[in-house]
């Protein structure tokens, strides 16, 4: 059974960086997309970033320029680094790993918090 592990959360002051990984085990083929959502409470889950197997990116706006996704396809894990952090940016995150013929899975969420 596919399981994504998403790590690297926690609390930075503004301006500050964090690197989120998000590590998918149980599959025997590479993943498709790994993509990075949040979401607030109340709120609806929104893409922040994107990337495919043959290393395509896609970022949302908001964070272009600031956050860098990137893999390592031998582990089938997704790294993202978030830089010059706003409290805005305060939210939980997941992963998301799109696989050939297994669907979509998610991952349990990891706390980001960007104190001002």
């Known amino acids: 059974q596919v399981q994504l592990v998403e790590s690297g959360g926690g609390l930075v002051q503004a301006g500050g960086s964090l690197r989120l990984s998000c590590a998918a085990s149980?599959?025997?083929?590479?993943?498709?997309?790994i993509s990075w959502y949040r979401q607030a409470l109340g709120k609806q889950r929104e893409l922040v970033a994107g990337?495919?197997?043959?290393?395509?990116?896609n970022y949302a706006d908001s964070v272009k320029g600031r956050f860098t996704i990137s893999r390592d396809g031998a582990k089938n894990t997704v790294y993202m680094k978030m830089t010059s952090l706003k409290p805005e940016d305060t939210d939980v995150y997941y992963c998301?790993?799109?696989?050939?013929?297994?669907?979509?899975?998610w991952g349990q969420g990891t706390q980001v918090t960007v104190s001002s």
């Open positions: 998301k790993a799109e696989f050939p013929f297994l669907g979509n899975y």
């Open positions: 990337i495919r197997s043959r290393g395509s990116t």
């Open positions: 149980g599959s025997t083929y590479s993943f498709d997309v």
